[in-house]
């Protein structure tokens, strides 16, 4: 981890000794030179940021971490398709705030329960609702300090990754609190979705792993009640 104990009012957007390591932490950034850094950067980068109040993260996502993650979205995709939900993924799309100088890009985000509240010619993203479920990955760096940004936000659930395994975190009462079940998808447990992440991580073909839960899916909805 990096800091710098003073302002930093410019980052050269191209400094590879700071955009090319896996985890980046910066105080004392100013408003202006996170929204400048972003607008430098572009939005066709790896590169995900996250501001509060000051404080700048920079991560670039590995390997692994993108196999998680892009996992774990078929997966939610593929829940809602066969719940008959609707759906709106909005990727690493950038969330900030000049109000409350917050800004984070999620590793993946979704509009589910308010998919249809949702604009998608609007080019930014909603600024009265936050997305319902959000993905972060954490393999080089930890997303904790992140989660204060989604708590400011309002986002109701998190699926939180790391190497000790995957959480299932709810917002209650202004804090994160890790539960068993999902509250968007009641069928699915932290524990479940680890096994199929774990069995991710070590398969070739996540069609087959996909293919799977949809059976698995479709032989719940069959099951008649006792």
């Not at 509060?52 to 892009?70: A, C, F, Q, V, W």
């Not at 909005?90 to 509009?111: A, I, M, N, R």
């Not at 109701?156 to 609190?177: D, F, K, S, T």
């Not at 524990?191 to 899916?217: A, C, F, P, T």
């Amino acid at each position: 981890m990096v800091s710098s104990a003073q302002t930093i009012n410019h980052i050269p957007p191209n400094d590879g000794g700071v955009l090319q390591l896996p985890f980046v932490v910066l105080h004392n950034v100013t408003w202006q030179t996170y929204q400048a850094l972003l607008a430098d950067m572009g939005e066709h980068r790896s590169a995900r940021l996250a501001y509060d109040r000051g404080t700048l993260e920079i991560k670039m996502p590995s390997k692994l971490h993108e196999l998680i993650n892009r996992l774990l979205e078929r997966i939610i995709t593929t829940l809602t398709e066969e719940l008959g939900m609707n759906v709106l993924s909005l990727g690493s799309t950038t969330f900030d705030s000049e109000e409350v100088e917050q800004g984070v890009e999620p590793d993946s985000c979704f509009y589910i329960q308010n998919a249809e509240r949702v604009n998608p010619e609007d080019p930014v993203p909603p600024k009265d609702f936050p997305p319902d479920l959000v993905v972060e990955v954490d393999i080089t760096s930890s997303s904790r300090s992140r989660l204060n940004i989604y708590k400011s936000m309002g986002v109701p659930e998190i699926w939180r990754y790391n190497r000790q395994g995957l959480a299932i975190l709810q917002l209650h009462q202004r804090e994160y609190v890790e539960c068993k079940y999902s509250s968007i998808f009641a069928l699915l447990s932290a524990e479940s979705l680890e096994n199929l992440l774990e069995r991710g991580k070590q398969s070739n073909n996540h069609n087959s792993l996909i293919n799977e839960l949809r059976m698995w899916l479709r032989n719940q909805n069959n099951r008649t009640p006792q």
